[in-house]
């Protein structure tokens, strides 16, 4: 090769590398974000979770965005040396990658105002001074960078602002007073804008939304879909003491729940700020931190037992996270030494004050993003002992007061307990489920110089707001007891099983649900799960009331139509025709629905009359299970329903259908022959020939038999086609269809998929 020729090759090499540096280097300096405009000035308030860039066109067509600058320099959040470009489009904006354009809308720390809501500005990032410099007043200008009219500059204490409707979708920012528009409205001199003093600017602001890709998995393998065990619903009928008088029969609905153990990645964030290195509440040989980490450790442990293929990981938090190097490296784990590691021990109290919530659920869901596996579900604990000094990045000092007789430091109270915390909930939103464990102990540890008493109410009211639902709130002075209550409450958590169940019992047009006292049989519905009382539906002896344990004795559920009585109870209702029984959740549990009905003019019970002919009678039109099964498909399973006999004692010779008992009770009337005018039995000779099959062969008898075996053949074809014992119908995109195999069927066939 040439010597010019090598040359060549050489720097075109150089070119390509130096263009790939230049191209990555344009490539991680820029920061973006998803946004979405906000066009109605009253949509800003000071209690607000969301970040929010605030933009100004220029002249000459570029956007910049305001500024919070960090170091020394002259303080303004726009100024010659102080500004960002940005590019918008689609929705998304375009900076570089410092994030010092975002700010929140808070409160004034210099003025709690007492009338109307006037948000200050605050900066989410550090600047200037410290954490105290955050905020934004306006200037009176004067000052170099601002030309001499108003302009907006940071400040420890800041100012409310008021926000008014500009041209367009645009906002103008002001004073308080917005009729001083000579001195409020916000203006930038000889670098930006030029013009009147008393001409504002309109801004265009923009809220960030953020979102997590990640999500609690509730996939299920076809492998652990084989393993399942079936979900139906059976119905009993047995007949009532003195049935042959009174016609009336117990129905007992039974169903039993299934579950399969699923993977689960758990994060443990923990309390690390100043106030749990202070005595223990149930040990004062030891700090509520050893507490915190013994407990933590203890509910790892019992973890990995229930399912070896659980992993764990453990954040600690005060104002900044405090293992975020070791949990960076580990991640998730189930090796029981390394999240020991994670857990760690005493930090050094005398560096980093504060508690942030935000902080720790913050890197939860950056753990969650990056290291967690998409097909495992998702959980969090969160253990404090007291109450943030930081809420969604703002610093209870922002709200600057001063207590009032009982101490409380009450605009914070109502900041954090009515306001979302950002970074719980947007977890919430991935269906990782939230368990939270905070002391209800009257707080100082808010500040220990103010001494801001914090009720134990606002500790469950904040805490209980985090958790998904107010019921994943446990106290922290009872730790150890209440983490085994959460154990024994993520067992749901840590498996697949059916949900949203549902029966439906529609009574048959002969049957009639007892809804009052006949004949000291006194009515009642009670719903059990593993032979525990959930509900108990009673009736007033009359039939006019209905009153449900659950909702209370004062409470009559009972309304009466057209002489069509209805009830609604917590989970079993009543329509004039169908029983309907709301289960929820089938995980592993027995549950039994039991209830009174009786066989109308049969007893005249209910003044029908009691001509009612002897014969077989069905107890339902139908009975329905209906649940979401593990792969989130709707299935209706229907069941078999059972009969009751009836013998009219005026006519015992008559039977318009057969006398079968397929409830396995006695005959209706009592045994054969007895009391109640069951039908006369065969006599003897009849018995012993039927038994040795020695009746004679007649011609009618041949007719008769081969059309009966004609018919059973038809009849078990068709029934082998169209149904089975069970059927199931499936609800998928809107359109119901039955299933033409059982659930046990699909199992087969995937276990033979597997061979």
């Known amino acids: 090769m040439k010597t010019k020729e090598k040359i060549v090759i050489l720097f075109l090499i150089i070119s390509l590398v130096t263009s790939a540096f230049i191209n990555y280097k344009v490539y991680a300096a820029e920061k973006t974000y998803k946004v979405e405009q906000v066009t109605s000035a009253a949509d800003i308030n000071s209690n607000n979770l969301y970040r929010y860039i605030i933009t100004y066109e220029r002249d000459n067509g570029t956007t910049i965005a305001l500024t919070a600058m960090k170091g020394s320099g002259s303080g303004y959040a726009i100024s010659r040396n102080n500004f960002r470009e940005v590019t918008i489009e689609n929705g998304v904006l375009t900076t570089e990658t410092e994030d010092n354009i975002l700010w929140n809308f808070t409160k ?35 000052s170099s960078g601002n030309g001499g009219y108003p302009g907006i500059r940071f400040s420890e204490n800041g100012n409310g602002f008021t926000f008014e409707q500009g041209e367009g979708n645009t906002i ?82 039974k169903t039993k729940g299934t579950s399969m153990e699923k993977n689960c990645d758990i994060i ?188 134990a109410q606002t500790t469950k009211d904040v805490l209980s707001n985090v958790a998904t639902g107010s019921a994943n709130f446990y106290d922290f002075d009872k730790i150890e007891t209440e983490l085994e209550n959460i154990l024994n409450r993520l067992a749901k958590e840590f498996n697949y099983y059916p949900t949203n169940a549902e029966v439906k019992d529609k009574i048959s047009t002969d049957i009639a649900l007892l809804d009052r006292k006949v004949n000291e049989v006194v009515p009642e519905i009670v719903f059990k799960r593993n032979n525990e009382e959930v509900e108990r539906i009673t009736f007033s002896d009359d039939g006019t009331e209905a009153h449900s344990s659950v909702l209370g004795p004062d409470v009559n559920i009972l309304s009466t139509t057209n002489g069509v009585s209805t009830f609604d109870g917590k989970y079993v209702s009543f329509d004039g025709n169908t029983v309907t029984w709301k289960i929820g959740d089938l995980f592993r549990d027995e549950f039994q629905l039991d209830y009174y009905i009786y066989l109308k003019k049969a007893a005249n019970l209910n003044g029908d009359g009691n001509d009612l002919p002897t014969g077989t009678y069905p107890t339902s039109d139908t009975v329905t299970l209906t649940y979401t099964d593990v792969t989130n498909e709707e299935v209706v399973e229907e069941t078999e329903k059972p009969t009751l006999n009836w013998v009219n004692p005026k006519q015992p010779e008559k039977n318009n259908n057969n006398n079968s008992n397929p409830t396995g009770g006695a005959p209706a009337g009592g045994a054969p022959g007895g009391d109640g005018g069951a039908v006369p039995a065969a006599t003897n000779n009849q018995a012993k020939a039927k038994k040795n099959n020695l009746l004679p062969m007649t011609g009618d008898n041949i007719s008769v038999t081969a059309l009966s075996i004609l018919l059973i053949v038809v009849f078990i074809n068709v029934y082998q086609i169209r149904f089975s014992k069970t059927r199931r119908k499936v609800t998928r995109y809107g359109v119901t269809s039955y299933r033409k195999t059982t659930h046990k069927q699909r199992k087969s066939r995937i276990e033979r998929e597997m061979d």
């Open 108 to 142: 004034s720390k210099a003025s709690v105002l007492e009338e109307g809501d006037h948000p200050a500005i605050e900066s989410v990032t550090e600047i200037a001074s410290g954490s105290n410099r955050k905020q934004l007043k306006i200037s009176s200008g004067g």
């Open 172 to 253: 103008k920012i002001c004073g308080i007073n917005c009729e001083d528009t000579e001195n409020n409205y916000l203006t930038f001199g000889n670098y930006f804008k030029k013009g009147p003093q008393d001409e504002a600017i309109n801004f265009k602001i923009y809220k960030v939304v953020k979102e997590y890709n990640y999500e609690s998995s509730h996939f299920i393998s076809s492998e652990q879909l084989a393993q399942m065990e079936d979900v139906s619903v059976k119905k009993e009928v047995n007949e009532y003491v003195n049935y042959g008088d009174t016609g009336i029969a117990l129905v007992s609905l």
């Open 268 to 455: 443990l964030i923990l309390d690390d700020s100043t106030s749990v290195y202070t005595e223990a509440p149930q040990d004062n040989s030891k700090t509520r931190a050893q507490i915190i980490r013994e407990d933590a450790l203890m509910f790892s442990e019992k973890i990995l037992a229930t399912n070896p293929d659980n992993r764990i990981c453990v954040i600690k938090f005060g104002r900044y996270v405090t293992n975020e190097d070791v949990v960076d490296e580990i991640g998730f784990s189930n090796d029981i030494d390394k999240i020991e590691q994670m857990i760690g021990g005493d930090r050094d109290i005398s560096t980093g004050f504060g508690t942030d919530f935000s902080s720790g659920f913050r890197k939860a869901n950056e753990v969650f993003e990056a290291k967690s596996s998409p097909d495992h579900g998702k959980v969090v604990l969160f253990i404090s002992d007291g109450m943030p000094s930081y809420y969604n990045g703002i610093s209870y000092s922002t709200f600057s007061e001063t207590p009032d007789s009982t101490g409380e430091a009450t605009n914070w109270i109502n900041f954090i307990t009515k306001t979302p915390l950002d970074e719980a909930m947007l977890m919430s939103k991935t269906g990782t489920a939230i368990y939270t464990v905070g002391s209800l102990e009257e707080s100082t540890s808010v500040n220990g110089s103010d001494g801001y008493i914090l009720p």
